[in-house]
């Protein structure tokens, strides 16, 4: 892994290679880089996965076996701007399946508790500017969503 630009660091217990592979497998322009393992003497068993380097959607990530101390919280989301609701299902979906939560707003967890924030790209745009009535109407019917759709944000920002 180079190091110039930025990497996120996710900090796993026992799951960091099968985490890695997980959002491979989720996302356009991805891949499985370097796996380290534990050598003698080290916190974990000899042998097992210290860090696996991946790509996901082209941004670099280091998934990292650091045992049970610290959780992934809400403090921390990634979010994913797309183009239109079927990317929204489908980011939806894939992210939710195997154990992830549904949350409000567009947020979810997915199976290893990573909060991420799946939205349209014209978020900001329906939510905020000079209309106030407008961005009122989209922001009141965002935040009675799980799921965002974007034909409703867009009817109730239209006033319909």
Not at 25 to 39: A, T
Not at 74 to 96: G, P, R
Request: proline share 5%; hydrophobic share 35%; with cysteine.
């Amino acid at each position: 892994m180079t190091t110039d630009g930025f990497t996120t660091c996710l900090w796993f217990d026992g799951q960091a290679e099968e985490a890695a592979h997980y959002y491979v497998s989720v996302f356009k322009n991805s891949s499985i880089g370097r796996l380290e393992r534990y050598p003698e003497g080290a916190p974990q068993p000899a042998g097992s996965v210290l860090t696996v380097e991946f790509t996901a959607n082209g941004h670099k990530f280091l998934a990292l076996n650091g045992g049970p101390e610290f959780k992934f919280t809400e403090a921390i989301s990634f979010m994913i701007f797309c183009q239109n609701q079927e990317e929204i299902d489908y980011y939806w979906t894939k992210l939710t399946e195997g154990g992830g939560e549904p949350g409000p707003c567009g947020w979810l967890k997915d199976r290893y508790g990573v909060s991420w924030q799946v939205i349209p790209d014209r978020l900001i745009e329906l939510t905020t500017g000079p209309d106030q009535e407008k961005a009122g109407r989209a922001m009141k019917a965002m935040m009675s969503m799980g799921k965002l759709d974007i034909a409703a944000l867009e009817k109730a920002a239209a006033g319909e």
